[in-house]
């Protein structure tokens, strides 16, 4: 089969289940925005009891698992590889780790700016969290650096101890934090 159709059979087949899949989510859309709308208003008019207390729970879940994928990835892809001499010129496997690392860099500072901004929906955890902020942005560049093959010794405990800070704040507030590797699907933003 000629490659531009096989393209253009790979086109259509796609645009065909998405049609279908936006048909099936809209059964009637009107009635659904007009009972959305009304929902909406008569939840902002009267909050339930729970309201506050099940936001809060939220936060410190969504708080921990933000936390522990950014722990799981920045151990298992930037700090045992580091450890294991893995970033070293001349290392074998070392551009595919370097790349790695790279990505969980990102993808930690992205998780842990995650973190932090679940923490503020809860009182205790937001009071807890709140000194660390200045230490996560300063992991900003951390996977151009790892990427670049820039990293060094000081980076890669800096990034340590905002893990381990992370992790402590969070066991103080009632939400404990164990790592959790993220899929290679997650961290490559997949």
Known sequence: ????????????????????????????????????SAAAVTAAAAPS????????KLAKTRFVANAGLAAGAAYQ???????????????NGRTFALVKAGLAGAFTYNRLKAAVENAKGDPLLSKA?????SGIDSLKELGTKLRKGEAGDAEVKGLEGV????????????????????????LSGG
Not at 5 to 15: E, K, M
Not at 77 to 91: L, N, R
Not at 163 to 186: F, H, R, T, W, Y
Request: positive net charge.
């Open 129 to 133: 969290v709140a000194p660390l902020s």
């Open 1 to 36: 089969m000629p490659r531009t159709l096989r393209r253009g059979a790979a086109a259509l087949l796609l645009s065909g289940s998405l049609l279908l899949t936006t048909a099936a989510c809209g059964a009637d859309s009107t009635q659904s925005l007009t009972t959305g």
């Open 77 to 91: 892809w930037i700090v045992k590889p580091y450890k294991a001499g893995k970033f070293k010129k001349g290392a």
């Open 49 to 56: 009891p729970s309201a506050s207390a099940e936001h809060q």
């Open 163 to 186: 893990i381990n800070d992370l992790k402590d704040a969070g066991k103080s507030a009632g939400a404990e934090v164990k790592d959790k590797v993220p899929s290679a699907s997650q």
